[in-house]
């Protein structure tokens, strides 16, 4: 497992991506996040992690077009690479290994 | 659309931004920050839009998004260069590089000691366990904005046994002996205090030997510190003192109970010799009673540790209900606290060791500031002028392809190598001063050590804050410099027309240190004024010493006729005290029909002669006889006026209601100076009651004054075998009142030498650079025919101007610091243009020192060699 560590807000930013599937730029990914989680988050925050992850090969980007919106600058859009995909669901196996090992009895009470 | 195009974020956020940012990611970022910014003028307006962006640009400042800079590609073998050219460069300029390790070191020293001794001051009373919960009790005076730090023993027994709120509180009174006697020794005891258990279970106490409850709650039983316990038995083991008998003024024989160590020197409280309050008890006349809610010794205070969570306000409160159903005087005072930590800060305080006002320690941080403001500047301006010697290696290196940053950090690195030299130096000086301080002013630090991590953080603080202050500007103009230009032709040497940013530092150092001087002189014409007034009363060859049995009348009366038999002793004469103390004030409040509510006086006790033996004039009526029974008062001129007379005849015959009770006034004395100069003069009544008088005035003959004092130390001795012999000269006494003034203006002075001495380098260093780099025009002048005083008058004019400026600057700053520091003496002097003629006087000849004398230098040079060396 320490194979594909993955922080909390990582594997949170991954997800996200994953879910905007073709749209996944910077502000997209934090709009989503609040949406569904409600979660505040800084663009510095956000950046750092999208570039760690790029950095490892969990994620891929390419530039968009240019339009007149954004002062004229491109979007930068991440798509999760096979390799992230595969270190995602890995994570999510644990999880679920986790939780299928839990007693019955600790849920029911 | 288009209003909304004008709606952009900050734009200096925007490049500093685009500055730290890694270029592959600059453009998406911004795109998003953009976007965001956008979105949000449109939903929480533009002003909210932009704070919030800031905000963002200030949260991407993190190392995942940073450029690399470039500064992190220099190898060991540039840093090695760097270093070596440093090196070099301060080796080449050896008057610059002295110039500024000398003005650094100086402003960095002083400002290191004053620093450090701000730090030791707000540290007072701070290491208390239970510090934050720990108040002294204070009472206010309604109609006055003072207060003042006496609690009467009602207060504290009503908060211990009344006010659940309060986990502790305890009385304490500082009473030093005349005399105490250890094993047929008589010695002196400072520091010596009754006290109450309570208030070592408040305080932070060592105990070597007992516990508050076993040491100090039953009658007669003394703690002693350490080295008292060592200094009063010798140095046996220290259980030894146990059980031993100490005599306090021969009133009490104190049984050794218990050993603490040595109090902290930053704590109001030096615990030399502790004894039982319960001791004072066992007296049947003792005042201070659960039933004292008024009057008594000033130096009997009250301590308070609150129960955790409970606000100061509350118990405050409850205590001024319950005094305000035994108010039966209506003083309609009222109780407060004050927070320990800040008892050292508070001057209503009658204070156990010494207070500190704590604008004092404004001042002092400010001057540590100002100081290290001169010596910068300095350095801004004399590496500018090195600059123009060096742009030439500048050109060449930014041509063999070094970038802007290399630049910058070379000149970094030569700042900190100045910097890194003045600091040993600095601290060096810095521990001299502080070792001297306690004659400088009132503290004690020099009796710790300033050496801890902290310490040493904030050297190293400094340290980097100082390279960056005074590197920073001539790194950014240097590296500026277009290598073309430079390496193609001779660059314009400084203009001495324009006004430069060098001419506003010149300037600016100068009104620091001017004002600094116009302090001074103010301060010592104070000093001066202080000691040197008229006080309205004889004090040359006086001689006062305390009378120990204060109402035997027999021995006083024998000491009297057996002086009186030397010629060397002219008078003799008793009192409370002299005509002027700090200490042993004692006050009534008086009644009379013309006066306002609140009248009181200043009581003193006086012997039949004593008007005349301190040559106090009599207005109205007469002076004391024999047969006066203490029914009769003798009053001042104001005493007078506040009854409501314009004359001092109307007042004779006046019957006035006080503490002493009914008196009836038989004379009127003119107004004198009994308090110090500072304050203003008090009422005054006075009696001729031999019950109190406590103190005997002698006065001797000029011609044999050691001769004198042989006889009453003999006599004095003869009578009271079992005291201490102290005598003291009234007017030196007298100048005592002033003790921190003076201390505060000697160290003053200090600063001012400092000032100006650090504003004189700066001012050397530029006219030496000033006259070599005109030394073609010189050689040129005098070739012409131009005289010597015509070419001293060319190269130093333009600086006499500047501290002319600075001077104007100065004279405005000073007077106003000065009028509104005077405000607090109520006998003052004026400032006059005779203080600003003086400083002004100062200042040019001392500026003249370096301006002249490198001027002279320059000009009666050969012509022809200044010409010759192409």
New interface residues.
């Given amino acids: 497992m320490s194979k594909h560590h993955l922080g909390e807000f990582e594997e949170i930013v991954m997800l996200t991506v994953a879910i905007l599937y073709d749209e996944a730029?910077?502000?997209a990914i934090?709009d989503e996040m609040e949406e569904r989680l409600g979660r505040k988050v800084?663009?510095?925050?956000l950046?750092?992690?999208l570039?760690?992850l790029e950095k490892k090969g969990y994620l891929s980007s390419r530039?968009g077009e240019a339009t007149k919106?954004?002062?004229g600058?491109?979007?930068?859009y991440f798509t999760l690479t096979s390799y992230g995909k595969k270190v995602l669901t890995a994570v999510k196996e644990q999880r679920v290994g986790l939780w299928n090992a839990i007693p019955k009895l600790v849920f029911n009470e | 659309m288009a209003n909304k195009n004008q709606l952009k974020p900050p734009n200096c956020f925007l490049r500093f931004f685009r500055w730290y940012c890694h270029p592959d990611y600059q453009e998406d970022i911004e795109g998003d920050l953009l976007e965001r910014f956008e979105n949000r003028v449109q939903e929480s307006g533009v002003s909210k839009a932009k704070w919030l962006f800031i905000k963002d640009v200030l949260l991407l400042f993190r190392p995942g998004i940073l450029a690399k800079f470039s500064i992190t590609y220099i190898n060991k073998g540039m840093l090695r260069n760097f270093m070596t050219v440093s090196f070099r460069n301060l080796l080449r300029n050896k008057t610059y590089a002295t110039i500024n390790v000398t003005g650094l070191s100086l402003a960095l020293g002083i400002a290191i000691a004053l620093f450090s001794i701000v730090r030791f001051e707000k540290s007072f009373d701070t290491y208390h366990k239970n510090a934050d919960r720990l108040f002294q009790i204070v009472q206010y005076s309604e109609g006055s904005s003072g207060s003042n730090s006496h609690t009467p023993y009602g207060a504290i027994y009503a908060l211990r046994e009344e006010i659940p709120e309060v986990e502790f509180a305890g009385a304490i009174l500082k009473d030093d002996p005349q005399v105490i006697e250890v094993e047929n020794q008589k010695l002196k005891q400072p520091h010596t205090y009754f006290i109450e258990p309570d208030i070592l279970k408040m305080l932070d106490v060592d105990w070597i030997y007992g516990s508050p409850e076993t040491s100090l709650s039953g009658p007669y039983q003394a703690v002693l510190d350490v080295e008292t316990a060592e200094r009063l038995f010798g140095d046996l083991k220290k259980e030894s003192a146990l059980g031993k008998v100490i005599s306090y003024d021969n009133k009490y024989d104190m049984k050794v109970s218990g050993i603490v160590q040595k109090s902290p020197t930053n704590s109001e409280f030096q615990f030399k010799m502790l004894l039982s309050m319960a001791t004072r008890r066992q007296d049947p006349k003792w005042y201070e009673t659960s039933a004292n809610w008024e009057g008594g010794h000033s130096w009997h205070h009250g301590y308070v540790q609150l129960k955790e969570g409970v606000r100061k306000e509350v118990v405050e409160e409850k205590l001024n209900k319950i005094y305000a159903v035994q108010d039966q005087y209506h003083h309609r005072k009222s109780f407060g606290f004050v927070d320990l930590k800040y008892a050292h800060f508070n001057q209503y305080n009658d204070s156990y060791n010494y207070d500190t006002p704590a604008w004092l320690l404004g001042t002092l941080t400010y001057v540590g500031l100002f100081l290290i403001l001169i010596a910068c500047i300095n350095f801004i301006n004399l590496a500018t002028i090195q600059a123009t010697h060096r742009y030439k290696e500048i050109a060449i290196r930014k041509v063999m392809g070094s970038s802007r940053n290399f630049l910058i950090g070379q000149f970094m690195i030569e700042t900190g190598l100045i910097v890194a030299v003045s600091m040993p130096l600095a601290v060096l000086l810095a521990q001299i001063i502080i070792n001297a301080s306690d004659r400088l002013l009132t503290t004690q630090i020099a009796h710790v050590s300033i050496w801890d991590v902290n310490f040493f953080l904030f050297l190293l603080g400094s340290g980097i804050a100082i390279t960056l202050l005074a590197g920073f500007y001539p790194a950014f103009i240097f590296s500026r410099f277009r290598p073309i230009r430079i390496l193609r032709s001779k660059l314009s040497t400084l203009s001495s027309r324009k006004v430069t940013l060098r001419h506003v530092m010149v300037i600016s150092q100068f009104v620091i240190a001017q004002t600094l001087v116009i302090i001074i002189i103010v301060s010592t014409k104070q000093m001066r004024h202080f000691y040197s007034a008229d006080l309205g009363f004889n004090q040359e060859a006086i001689v006062t010493v305390n009378m120990p049995e204060k109402g035997n009348k027999e021995k006083r009366e024998r000491l009297r006729s057996q002086l009186l038999r030397h010629p060397e002793i002219l008078e003799v004469t008793f009192g409370l005290t002299a005509p002027a103390t700090r200490t042993d004030q004692w006050w009534s409040g008086i009644k009379h029909p013309g006066a306002p509510e609140d009248f009181g006086c200043r009581i003193q006790f006086v012997d039949n002669n004593y008007l005349d033996f301190y040559g106090l004039e009599l207005i109205a009526g007469r002076g004391f006889l024999p047969s006066d029974t203490g029914r009769h008062t003798i009053v001042n001129e104001l005493a007078v006026r506040e009854m409501g007379f314009t004359n001092a005849e109307e007042a004779l015959g006046e019957v006035i209601e006080g503490w002493p009770g009914r008196l009836s006034i038989i004379g009127v004395i003119k107004d004198f100076h009994s308090q110090s100069l500072k304050d203003d003069i008090v009422a005054h009544a006075y009696l001729n009651n031999s019950w109190n008088f406590k103190t005997a005035s002698i006065k001797l003959s000029p011609h044999n004054m050691q001769k004198g004092m042989e006889h009453i130390e003999a006599y004095w001795s003869q009578l009271f075998p079992k005291n201490y012999f102290e005598f003291q000269f009234l007017s030196e006494d007298l100048k005592r009142f002033y003790e921190s003034e003076r201390k505060f203006s000697n160290f003053l002075g200090l600063f001012a030498i400092a000032g100006i001495l650090i504003g004189i380098m700066g001012l050397y260093g530029l006219i030496n650079f000033v006259c070599i780099s005109k030394t073609k025009e010189i050689g040129i002048r005098k070739v012409l025919g131009s005289t010597l005083t015509g070419i001293v008058v060319t190269l130093s004019g333009g600086f006499f101007k500047l501290v002319l400026i600075a001077f104007i600057f100065a004279s405005a700053l000073g007077w106003y610091l000065m009028d509104s520091f005077l405000q607090n003496y109520a006998y003052r002097i004026t400032v006059g243009w005779e203080i600003f003629a003086l400083a002004a006087l100062i200042s040019v000849g001392v500026a003249s020192i370096p301006i002249s004398s490198q001027a002279v230098k320059a000009a009666v040079r050969n012509p022809v060699d200044a010409l010759r060396n192409e």
């Fill in positions: 730029y910077g502000i934090i800084s663009i510095g925050a950046q750092t992690v570039r760690r530039f919106m954004r002062g600058k491109r979007k930068r």
